[in-house]
C-alpha cells in the first residue's frame, strides 16, 4: 500500500471514530463538572444538611403521630427536602456554566473536537448524580415510614419522583439561564424572581387550577384529616410528567442556543414540548366528578365503604386501609369502660371512623357528632394528642349517652368524663395537657374531640388534677359505687367533688353558671 493511499484511509476512518470519542469525552466532562460542584460550599453544606437530616429522623425514634403514617401522606412529605439543595444547584451549575467565559477561556476550548453544545450537554449531566442522591434518599425515607408497625395506606411513586425531578429542572433551568444571560449575576436575581413567582402561583389572583400546578412542588396540608389514597385526587402522574417534560424543554432550548442545531435535537425539543404541554393541561382537569360523588359518599354515608370487626363487646367500623388500627382503638375503650360503672361498664359502643373529605386534601371542616347513641367517631390519625382525645369521646358518650351531648356537659359531669378518660392513661397528666387545646393543666379551658369537645372551668381543672393525683383504685371504686349520682344531668361540680371526696372549687364552677 502507498503512502497516499494509507494516508487516504486513515482520513476516511477518523469521522467514523470521532462520534464515539466525542460522547465519551461528554461524559467525562459531566464526571469532572459533578465533582466539581462540590467544591461549592452552597451545594456541599446543603447537601450534607439533606442528607444528614433525613438520616437522623430515619433512625430517631418517632412518637406520636409520627409513629403512625399514612403513607399517602409520607410520599408528599419527601418533596420538601430537596429544596435548599436544588436552590444551590441551580446557582452553582450556573456559575461553572460561566467559568469559561469568566476566565476567558471559550477561544481555547474552540479549537477543541468538543461542540460548545456538547459542553452543554456535560454542564446539564452534572446535576443527574445528585439528583440521584435524591432519589436515593427519598426512597430511604419512605421506605423507613413504611415499615412503621403503624403505618397505613398506599404512596404514589409519581409524589416520590417530584423531589429528584426537582434537583434535576433545577440544574437545567440553570444551564439554560448561563446561555440566556452570560452574567454571574443572573442566577442571584432569578432565584428572588423564582420565589416571587411561586408565591404569586401558589397564593395567586385566581383559583384556577392550572396556575396552582405550575410550581415543581404543590403541597397540600390539612389539618387533622387524612383521606384514603383512593380519594386523595392528586394528579401526581401527569404533575410527573409535566416536569419531566419541562426538564427535557430547559435543557434541549439551552443546548440549542449553544450551537446544536441538528434535525435531532429540533426534534426533542418539539416533543420536550409536547411532552409539558401534555402534563400541564391534564394536572389541571380538576377533581373529576366520580372523585367527588367517592368523597361526597365517603362523608355523608361512610358505612358503605367501611369494613367492621368485633373487639370486646363493641364493634369498630373503618375504611379498608385503618382496620388494622381496631386493636389499637379497643385498647382505650377498654381502659375508658374499665373505669366506668352502672349499665356503662358493659355498654357495648359502635366505633364509627369518620372524616370530611368533600373539601379535599386542604379541607379541614368539623365533623358533625353522631346522634345516634352509644356511637362514637374515630379519626383518621392516631398516636399523640389523638389518643386522649379520642378517650374523651368515649368517655362523654358512656357519661351522656351520645356525641350531640356532649357540648351539654356544662356541669359536674365533666369531671367524671374527665376522669374516665385520663384515669386509666399511664401518664394522666401528660393527657390532661395532650387533651386540652391550650396544652394547660390549670385554669379554664377547651377540651378536643373528633367531634364536639367539651369545656372546662377552672374549678373543674382542680378537680380533675386532683382525682389524678390520687390512688387509682381508690377514685374508681368511688366513681362505680356513685355513678348513678355522678352521671346525672344537672349534678354540680360541688357535689362531685364532695362524693368523690376532693377539696371543693371556690369561686366559678360549672359552666352553666359563668
Known amino acids: 500500500m502507498s503512502l497516499a493511499t494509507q494516508t487516504v484511509a486513515e482520513s476516511a476512518a477518523v469521522p467514523e471514530d470521532v462520534p464515539r470519542r466525542t460522547w465519551a469525552a461528554v461524559f467525562a466532562l459531566a464526571r469532572f463538572e459533578a465533582r466539581d460542584l462540590l467544591r461549592y460550599i452552597p451545594v456541599l453544606v446543603t447537601l450534607v444538611l439533606y442528607v444528614g437530616y433525613t438520616a437522623w429522623t430515619l433512625f430517631h425514634q418517632q412518637d406520636g403521630m409520627e409513629a403512625f403514617p399514612a403513607l399517602q401522606n409520607t410520599d408528599r412529605g419527601t418533596q420538601s427536602g430537596p429544596l435548599l439543595l436544588g436552590i444551590a444547584l441551580f446557582v452553582c451549575v450556573n456559575r461553572c456554566t460561566l467559568r469559561s467565559r469568566r476566565r476567558g477561556t471559550d477561544r481555547q476550548f474552540d479549537v477543541l473536537l468538543m461542540e460548545p453544545w456538547r459542553r452543554t450537554v456535560a454542564h446539564v449531566l ?6 440521584a442522591v435524591t432519589a436515593l434518599v427519598v426512597l430511604a425515607e419512605f421506605t423507613r415510614q413504611a415499615l412503621r408497625a403503624g403505618a397505613v395506606g398506599h404512596g404514589s411513586l409519581a409524589e416520590l419522583a417530584v423531589g429528584p425531578l426537582y434537583v434535576l429542572l433545577c440544574g437545567a433551568f440553570g444551564v439554560l439561564l448561563a446561555r440566556l444571560v452570560p452574567s454571574t449575576f443572573a442566577a442571584p436575581v432569578g432565584v428572588v ?6 408565591v404569586f402561583l401558589t397564593a395567586g389572583t385566581s383559583d384556577a387550577e392550572w396556575t396552582r400546578w405550575l410550581p415543581p412542588i404543590v403541597g397540600e396540608e390539612g389539618g387533622n384529616t387524612v383521606l384514603p389514597s383512593d380519594l386523595v385526587g392528586r ?7 409535566y416536569l419531566t417534560g419541562l426538564i427535557l424543554l430547559l435543557a434541549l432550548v439551552a443546548v440549542l442556543m449553544s450551537g446544536g442545531r441538528t434535525l435531532l435535537l429540533k426534534a426533542g425539543a418539539a416533543g420536550a414540548l409536547a411532552l409539558t404541554v401534555a402534563g400541564a393541561v391534564a394536572q389541571s382537569a380538576g377533581v373529576p366528578p366520580e372523585l367527588a360523588a367517592a368523597r361526597e359518599q365517603a362523608s355523608v354515608s361512610p358505612q358503605r365503604d367501611e369494613s367492621c370487626v368485633r373487639r370486646g363487646g363493641s364493634t369498630y367500623c373503618a375504611f379498608p386501609e385503618w382496620t388494622g388500627r381496631a386493636d389499637a382503638w379497643a385498647g382505650v375503650v377498654d381502659r375508658v369502660q374499665s373505669l366506668a360503672g352502672g349499665p356503662a361498664a358493659r355498654q357495648p359502643l359502635l366505633v364509627r371512623q369518620r372524616f370530611e373529605a368533600r373539601y379535599g386534601l386542604s379541607g379541614d371542616a368539623a365533623i358533625e357528632p353522631l346522634t345516634t347513641p352509644h356511637q362514637v367517631t374515630v379519626g383518621t390519625r392516631w398516636g399523640g394528642n389523638r ?3 379520642f378517650a374523651v369521646a368515649v368517655a362523654y358518650v358512656l357519661v351522656a349517652g351520645d356525641e350531640s351531648k356532649g357540648s351539654e356537659l356544662c356541669d359536674g359531669r365533666v369531671v367524671t368524663a374527665m376522669w374516665l378518660a385520663l384515669g386509666g392513661d399511664a401518664h394522666p397528666m401528660a393527657g390532661l395537657a395532650n387533651a386540652r387545646i391550650d396544652d394547660s393543666v390549670t385554669g379554664a379551658a377547651s377540651v378536643l374531640a373528633p367531634t364536639s369537645g367539651l369545656s372546662m372551668t377552672a374549678g373543674q381543672t382542680d378537680v380533675v388534677r386532683e382525682l389524678l393525683r390520687r390512688p387509682r383504685g381508690e377514685v374508681t371504686a368511688s366513681v362505680k359505687r ?14 362531685v367533688a364532695r362524693v368523690l371526696g376532693t377539696e371543693v372549687p371556690k369561686g366559678e364552677r360549672d359552666c352553666a353558671q359563668g
Open 235 to 241: 394528579p401526581a402522574a401527569w404533575h410527573a410528567l
Open 482 to 495: 356513685h355513678w348513678a349520682e355522678l352521671t346525672r344531668s344537672g349534678v354540680s361540680t360541688d357535689r
Open 387 to 389: 389518643v386522649p382525645e
Open 193 to 198: 424572581g423564582l420565589f416571587v413567582l411561586s
Open 126 to 131: 452534572s446535576v443527574v448524580p445528585f439528583a
